[in-house]
């Protein structure tokens, strides 16, 4: 990270930014919600500020056509296209009005911040909570981990929660929370310990102010065993409660007294309180519901998702596929569990993208898990649906920060693109989930549909402005040496060496990263360091070995040595291997032309546009296949992303729906 302060309400030119809603707009056209970056394409940037310009009088379409177009000619519906986009972008929020057959209406409160940073929201650092003896290995993670997604997505927000991946990456290294919250730059930063005991578990979260290590204040939660799934709506509702009670205090949060202690920061030096005393004081009210069979169900269901979430998010094939199973297991039992099917549509995109899952597969799953609810079907979260929304505080809590139906877009999105060829189709899905916030698998989607459509500098864009975010994410920082590696085969001289200092950098950081070893054995090989990336990918390959995407990049960087024979071998293994199972040959046309097998390169490549392979129209970008440019098989490939151009009838570069 740089040593600027990234935090909102900081423009480059110290002048005010504009703050609406939960939004600020900065002077350079960054628009922020809290500090999760929102994209805006120009046309959508240039309708925000002339509303803003304009707050609570109505603007004509022809107004916003003049000054977004100028005296070209559009069609009558650009000016309805761009509104509507826009207002996908600032959702959840209602921050534009349609006064019919007149214009549009900004009637949200607009005021000027200045260059201090006294309105911007307090940065808070959730560290992963320790698990003690009988605790679940995946149970203290998830808890942090929801916690960090009801808080971030609570409206209006409060704090400004700092990116999971992030966090938990220097936590993996062995930084206290406090060293953590010094390197991201937090304000605050909340640990916690999850303690077993004979029928509970307790939680004890402290909240420290990282300037000067103290500790504010604590908080103990006690729950039942059998009801741990409302663990982290208390917790969330209790950080809220907290925040927004305090946050006119510049950060300084009271000193409140914690259970058993005159004072939170007595607590520290005295012994915890006895189980009975904690249920008596403390125990989570919020699950206390009847134990109906529809309940129960949906309990299970939610632990399963816990312990699922915890699972599936790595390389290794036979966790991923224990995870699927969990996920549909989940959502068989309770439909309605929004956070199942986001994580079980994400788990089918990552697995057909690793080559673990054929993209029929996978894009068969995701349908129907797009299609097993809509947004009128609310989350149903365990411990939060106790009481009406009228006399409940945690279910309006609950409700506000819960995860939305439409964050299974992008995967959906992903699928129409990839399999159907639908471009319309997936430019709506992307566009009308714009405004979810960055989440490594969100931005993950969102890059590929940009590099997918040749949009190298939009890929490279999103993925700076993510790593900004999360800056300790090593897929982020390995994707964007891949895009970097991309964008030089049709621009070398604005990029130079950009995408091998910039794996250099990713895998100094992140040395054991599968994507980065990965990406760093491609970029690396092709750039004359063939040893190097050899043994990149051959340590890639022996620690995964179901991996073959990581054998395919072995033989492309032999070949690249003059072991041409050993590459050979290895590409006639994978052959035979193709014949027993599904196989991904993403990477398998870049090593026979690295061989001088052209032919054999574009019937691999025949092969992957038949089965829709999710890396094709990133493997015909890639510069690795030059020498196939000039042929008229190769071409007639291309033209496959041309066709779906023209029947969408818009230009790439124009297109009113971007990602």
């Known amino acids: 990270m740089g040593s600027e302060d990234p935090r909102p309400g900081k423009t480059a030119l110290g002048k005010p930014c504009l703050c609406f809603a939960t939004f600020r707009l900065e002077d350079d056209g960054t628009l922020l919600r809290g500090e999760t970056l929102v994209h805006l394409p120009p046309k959508e940037l240039a309708a925000l500020r002339l509303l803003l310009a304009n707050p609570g009088r109505i603007v004509t379409p022809l107004e916003l056509r003049q000054a977004l177009w100028g005296d070209v000619h559009v069609t009558a519906d650009s000016v309805p296209k761009c509104v509507s986009s826009l207002r996908a972008r600032l959702e959840p929020e209602e921050c534009i009005q349609t006064v019919y057959k007149r214009g549009y209406r900004f009637i949200a409160s607009v005021r000027a911040q200045g260059s201090g940073t006294g309105g911007a929201l307090p940065r808070l650092a959730i560290f992963p909570f320790n698990g003690g003896f009988g605790v679940p290995d995946h149970l203290g993670a998830v808890v942090a981990e929801e916690t960090m997604a009801r808080l971030g997505a609570t ?7 700092l990116a999971q991946d992030s966090v938990f990456t220097l936590a993996r290294r062995g930084l206290t929370a406090l060293e953590t919250g010094e390197t991201l730059k937090a304000d605050f930063v909340l640990a916690g310990t999850l303690r077993a005991l004979p029928m509970h578990y307790r939680l004890r979260v402290e909240m420290i102010r990282v300037e000067d290590g103290t500790q504010v204040w604590v908080e103990d939660l006690l729950v039942e065993r059998v009801r741990v799934a409302g663990l982290e709506a208390e917790l969330a509702d209790r950080l809220a409660f907290r925040l927004s009670s305090n946050a006119h205090k510049d950060y300084q949060f009271a000193r409140e007294p914690a259970f058993g202690s005159a004072t ?58 224990d ?17 199942a099917r986001v994580d079980l549509v994400n788990l089918c995109v990552a697995q057909s993208i690793y080559g673990y899952m054929s993209p029929m597969v996978a894009a068969d799953i995701v349908r129907r898990s797009a299609a097993a609810g809509s947004p009128a079907t609310g989350p149903r979260r365990w411990g939060a649906d106790a009481g009406s929304p009228a006399t409940d505080p945690r279910r ?39 405004h979810l916030p960055h989440d490594q698998w969100i931005t993950r989607t969102r890059v590929i549909f940009a590099l997918s459509q040749g949009r190298f500098n939009q890929a490279i864009d999103l993925l700076r402005a993510a790593i900004e975010l999360d800056p300790y994410s090593a897929c982020l920082q390995a994707r964007l040496a891949w895009a970097l590696h991309l964008a030089g085969g049709v621009d070398s001289t604005a990029y130079g060496s950009a995408s091998v200092d910039q794996i250099r950098k990713t895998l100094q950081q992140f040395p054991e990263d599968g994507a980065a070893n990965l990406y760093g054995a491609i970029i690396l090989a092709y750039n004359g360091e063939a040893a190097q990336a050899t043994e990149l990918a051959r340590r890639l390959a022996q620690r995964l070995p179901y991996f073959d995407l990581a054998t395919e990049v072995d033989a492309y960087a032999l070949a690249c040595a003059g072991r041409t024979d050993e590459a050979g071998a290895i590409l006639e293994r994978l052959q035979w291997l193709g014949r027993e199972r599904f196989l991904l040959r993403a990477f398998m046309p870049a090593a026979y032309v690295a061989l001088g097998d052209l032919d054999a390169a574009l019937a691999e490549l025949h092969a992957s546009n038949q089965i829709r392979c999710p890396w094709f129209f990133q493997t015909l970008a890639d510069p690795r296949l030059k020498p196939l440019h000039a042929n008229p098989e190769f071409i007639d490939l291309q033209q496959i992303l041309a066709g779906m151009e023209a029947e969408a009838g818009q230009d790439t570069e124009s297109a009113e729906f971007d990602v």
């Open 264 to 321: 939170a920061s007595a607590t520290q030096s005295q012994p915890p309180p006895a189980a009975d005393q904690l249920e008596e004081g403390l125990s989570i009210s919020a699950v206390a519901e009847p134990e109906d069979g529809t309940s129960l169900q949906q309990r299970e269901a939610y632990e399963i998702f816990q312990r699922a979430h915890h699972e599936w998010q790595t390389l290794e094939r036979h966790r991923m596929q």
């Open 155 to 161: 409206r209006p927000a409060s704090v400004s929660v």
């Open 396 to 434: 309006r809590s609950d409700e506000q920060g819960a995860i939305r139906p439409e964050a299974v877009l992008p995967a959906l999105g992903w699928v129409q693109f990839h399999f159907d060829r639908n471009l319309p189709a997936a430019r709506l899905a992307y566009s009308s989930s714009a």
């Open 323 to 339: 995870g699927l199973q969990h996920l549909l297991r989940a959502t068989e039992l309770d439909p309605t569990l929004i956070e």
